[in-house]
């Protein structure tokens, strides 16, 4: 296994991408295809810059793209991509929907959103979900009618309740687990295609 995490590593060094998780969001869209040229989209949890990288490069110079992390993060425009900014403030934040509207509908909301890991199974799944539900609320709020929803998500006994509500707020939804993610890790993806009519 060590071997292909280090083959992901090195593959994302030699591509220009500051993190190996972005192979996670490329392995999805080439199968399902939720981003195209021209879309919008939220990337939550951006930090160090790799999924937005990869969206912006997937939308193209017509499209855009928003990166959302309590961390600050510098993303490099890339020729041929689209425009990346980012905002810096916690998704939690009463306001935040007030401070991303400039920038709504979006047609794609991704996450990678994942807590600090205390070693307790039971509380990093709980603590994962609550992330992606907010996730979700965010997508809910955000998403023009049929937009997708890509998003990260520890396997745990409360996980089919969030997959049944992203089923709940979407037509078709699909379980993800990339090659590149470590079998033996419990993150998940769920994608929810086309928003239902709000």
């Given at each position: 296994m060590k071997?292909v995490q280090d083959?992901y590593?090195?593959?994302?060094?030699q591509?220009?991408?500051?993190?190996?998780?972005v192979?996670?969001?490329?392995?999805?869209?080439?199968?399902?295809?939720?981003?195209?040229?021209g879309?919008?989209v939220?990337?939550?949890?951006?930090?160090p810059?790799s999924?937005?990288?990869y969206?912006?490069k997937?939308?193209?110079?017509?499209?855009?793209?928003?990166g959302v992390?309590l961390q600050?993060?510098k993303i490099?425009?890339?020729?041929g991509s689209?425009?990346?900014?980012?905002?810096?403030t916690?998704?939690f934040?009463?306001?935040f929907i007030?401070?991303?509207?400039p920038?709504?509908?979006?047609?794609?909301?991704?996450?990678d959103l994942?807590p600090?890991?205390t070693?307790n199974?039971?509380?990093d799944?709980?603590?994962?979900?609550?992330?992606?539900?907010?996730?979700?609320?965010?997508?809910?709020?955000s998403?023009n009618?049929?937009g997708n929803y890509?998003?990260?998500?520890?396997?745990?006994?409360d996980f089919s309740?969030f997959?049944d509500q992203?089923?709940?707020?979407?037509?078709?939804?699909?379980?993800?687990?990339?090659k590149?993610?470590r079998?033996?890790s419990?993150e998940v993806?769920?994608?929810?295609?086309?928003?239902k009519t709000?």
């Open positions: 071997k083959y590593f090195k593959k994302a060094k591509e220009n991408y500051p993190a190996r998780s192979y996670k969001l490329e392995e999805a869209q080439q199968k399902y295809r939720f981003m195209q040229s879309d919008r939220l990337d939550l949890g951006c930090h810059g999924w937005s990288l969206a912006a997937v939308v193209g110079e017509k499209g855009f793209v928003l992390d600050k993060t490099v425009h890339a020729q689209a425009l990346v900014e980012v905002l810096c916690d998704i934040d009463p306001s007030d401070k991303i509207a920038y709504v509908p979006f047609q794609v909301v991704i996450s994942a600090k890991t070693g199974r039971f509380r799944h709980l603590k994962s979900v609550e992330l992606s539900h907010r996730a979700l609320e965010i997508a809910c709020q998403l009618r049929g890509y998003c990260k998500v520890f396997q745990g006994e309740i997959v992203v089923r709940h707020c979407f037509n078709k939804t699909k379980i993800v687990k990339p590149s993610s079998a033996e419990r993806f769920v994608l929810g295609f086309e928003l709000k």
